[in-house]
């Protein structure tokens, strides 16, 4: 079925159809959500505009025109009528999306009006009702990533890592509704012990937590982490960078990506330039209709000194491709778990009711020619699962400071022969 990522609480969505490698071209504006009584012949009629838009807009945009050997013709043919019966939105968007995971493509994804709402509102830092945890789809498992610590979840004793199975009551999570404030919803966990785990959760309004981090560790390592490749991240962090090169203190700095979702390969291509010199290519993209390559700017180095890349399950697209390239190029050493796999040009297009499909449209190389699509990026030290904000001891976290404290020596060793 691909990628799919859930955020219960700050947004019920699958969050890739804003974390990817985009396609230059017009997306063809913002739609209006469409407000129609469930189980209507409005409903109906409305369900079938969108299910024959999006069948319209997959065979003419999706990267492979033979469907990965899916009759997606067929397929779709096969399964309008049930699309149209759909009660409400809720049901018309899980029938798109089994339709969509034919494809077997992590960013072909559809996300309902309401979602596509909860997402804007997610964007703009707004509270939202939640239950507070973050899942993402993993080895076909959806696994928690975060937990917000004033939370309903929080207080039940969820823990990232957790597996979220759906509702006790047999829905499976995107059959469950966005959390409605004030409302209680009975979900079933697997915990870390594999117990199962049904727990009563009532949605709360919840502020926003910090989507980026920086932290100076002792001996002067630089530790950051942001949530995913958007102007505001990449404004912090060559901030970030330019103050710490200012000071003079930082020495040894861990780029932590875990959980990261990706984004605009373009500002991915930024935070290469300031890390890496001279390489002018971050990645080449060919679709079915044209070929681009997205270039690095002339930024200038901000960083040059010894790094460490932390990734996980979690680290999709455009993280990816960064994790990599420093990888491949020699310049930093990728510590974790291999990631997602999860990288294609994709582009999103408004649907007549509100709400949006994410198509991939394009197949992403690195300048050696690798694809990381289905592959991921296996880390030079490769240790069990992580992330970011899982609290308790950080193994990866704890080699990639071992590391550092290695390159520095070598670094050491290198300056006093060269001085002799």
Same mark, same amino acid.
């Given at each position: ?70 009759? !997606?013709?067929?397929? $779709?043919?096969? #399964? *309008?009528?049930? %699309?149209?019966? +759909?009660?409400?939105?809720?049901? @018309? ?95 079933? !966990?697997?915990?870390? $012990?594999?117990? #199962? *785990?049904?727990? %009563?959760?009532? +949605?709360?309004?919840?502020?926003? @937590? ?115 390239? @420093? ?94």
């Amino acid at each position: 079925m691909g990628l799919r990522h859930h955020v219960m609480g700050w947004i019920t969505l699958l969050l890739l159809a804003c974390s990817c490698t985009s396609v230059p071209g017009p997306s063809g504006g913002e739609a209006v959500a469409v407000e129609v009584p469930d189980g209507s012949p409005q409903r109906a009629r409305l369900n079938a505009k969108v299910y024959d838009d999006v069948v319209a807009r997959v065979l003419r945009n999706f990267r492979d025109p033979d469907f990965g050997g899916v009759d !997606f013709v067929a397929e $779709a043919r096969a #399964r *309008r009528a049930n %699309a149209i019966a +759909a009660p409400d939105e809720l049901a @018309l968007y899980d029938r798109l999306n089994r339709l969509l995971g034919l494809l077997d493509d992590s960013h072909s994804v559809a996300t309902s009006p309401a979602d596509t709402a909860r997402l804007q509102a997610y964007g703009e830092n707004q509270p939202l009702a939640s239950h507070g945890f973050q899942s993402l789809g993993m080895g076909g498992e959806l696994l928690v990533t975060r937990v917000h610590p004033q939370g309903p979840a929080a207080r039940a004793g969820v823990r990232p890592g957790w597996q979220w199975l759906g509702a006790a009551d047999g829905r499976e999570p995107g059959q469950v509704p966005a959390a409605t404030e004030g409302a209680t919803d009975t979900l079933l !966990f697997r915990d870390s $012990a594999g117990q #199962r *785990r049904t727990l %009563a959760l009532t +949605a709360a309004a919840l502020p926003p @937590l910090a989507r980026h981090e920086a932290l100076q560790m002792e001996d002067g390592v630089g530790y950051v982490w942001f949530e995913r490749f958007d102007p505001d991240s990449l404004r912090w962090l060559g901030a970030t960078f330019s103050a710490w090169a200012q000071e003079g203190r930082t020495d040894g700095l861990v780029l932590d990506l875990r959980d990261n979702h990706g984004g605009n390969a373009e500002l991915g291509a930024n935070a290469l330039g300031w890390l890496l010199e001279g390489e002018p290519l971050f990645a080449a993209v060919r679709t079915r209709h044209s070929e681009s390559l997205v270039e690095l700017p002339a930024a200038g180095l901000r960083y040059t000194g010894p790094l460490v890349v932390l990734v996980n399950a979690a680290t999709a697209s455009t993280a990816e491709i960064l994790a990599a390239r @420093l990888q491949e190029s020699r310049r930093a050493v990728v510590v974790g778990s291999r990631t997602a796999g999860a990288v294609v040009a994709s582009r999103s297009f408004p649907l007549p009711d509100g709400g949006a499909l994410q198509i991939g449209m394009g197949e992403v190389r690195l300048p050696s020619g690798r694809a990381l699509e289905g592959a991921g990026v296996t880390p030079d030290f490769e240790l069990p699962g992580s992330h970011a904000h899982q609290g308790g001891r950080d193994q990866p976290l704890e080699l990639a400071l071992k590391v550092i404290a290695t390159l520095r020596g070598r670094k050491a060793g290198v300056s006093r022969e060269s001085s002799q």
